[in-house]
């Protein structure tokens, strides 16, 4: 199966080894994204809550580059430095997504790139 290559500039430009999204058949796989502005590259400001919206607009970007929707993502994976801050992720992700809502995981991990508090990652399913 061949794979195809999903790129925006509205999205962070992936800083290692990885590509943005990768397209097999109608299965979209999304890298990590975290709270970079996409235009300076840089973590935005404003504390946990700013991060985690960051996180879900560069998603967005990347989605809908791939031709989807939010609602067309079938498995999210959220990574948080401090699970405090679950209900505040819980929350500010169904400012995002409509129900019935993806399946999700979230991990409690030591430390993320750029000294984030936050990062997902995401599947897609896009419609035939």
Do not use: C, W
Not at 36 to 49: I, N, Q, S
Not at 69 to 80: E, F, G, H, P, S
């Amino acid at each position: 199966m061949a794979k195809t290559i999903i790129h925006t500039d509205n999205a962070p430009a992936a800083i290692g080894a990885y590509s943005q999204a990768v397209k097999a058949g109608n299965t979209v796989y999304l890298s990590g994204q975290i709270p970079l502005d996409p235009a300076t590259m840089t973590v935005v400001e404003g504390g946990f809550a700013a991060e985690t919206h960051q996180v879900f607009k560069n998603l967005k970007a990347v989605v809908e580059a791939a031709g989807g929707t939010l609602d067309q993502i079938v498995k999210l994976n959220a990574y948080l430095t401090d699970l405090g801050n679950f209900a505040t992720f819980n929350e500010i992700m169904g400012q995002y997504f409509t129900q019935p809502y993806p399946a999700r995981a979230a991990v409690g991990v030591a430390s993320l790139p750029k000294g984030v508090q936050v990062e997902a990652e995401a599947v897609l399913v896009l419609g035939e």
